[in-house]
């Protein structure tokens, strides 16, 4: 999918970007460049080929890191709200903005 330079001057004008024609000309190349790699990729078989979280895995084991799901700090609400210019019933009141 080859973009034309009509292409470029309509994704600068959407991007609301001011692009002179030279440097149009090197993003038309730039973005052709792009999509020619996305086909080369595309057109590699992966089917059997399991996804990768990170790039690591397919050079050696990488145990995840991850935490337990465990609380590790309480709310204080009193702490919290102590320095709430008005409050009723443990909520915070605040002026009416909206008539």
């Keep these: 999918m080859a973009l034309t330079s009509e ?3 309509r994704i600068a004008d959407l991007a609301r970007l001011e692009l002179p024609p030279a440097e149009a000309d090197a993003m ?24 990768l979280y990170t790039p690591l895995s397919a050079v050696h084991e990488v145990a ?3 935490r337990d799901d465990a609380v590790t700090e ?3 609400r009193t702490a919290n709200q102590a320095s709430a210019p008005a409050l009723e019933d443990g909520l915070f009141l605040v002026p009416k903005v909206i008539e």
């Design 28 to 51: 038309l190349a730039q973005l052709n460049g792009f999509f020619r790699i996305v086909e080369q990729m595309s057109a590699v078989d992966t089917r059997g080929v399991e996804p």
């Design 7 to 9: 292409d470029v001057s």
């Design 64 to 66: 995840l890191r991850l």
């Design 74 to 76: 309480t709310v204080d």
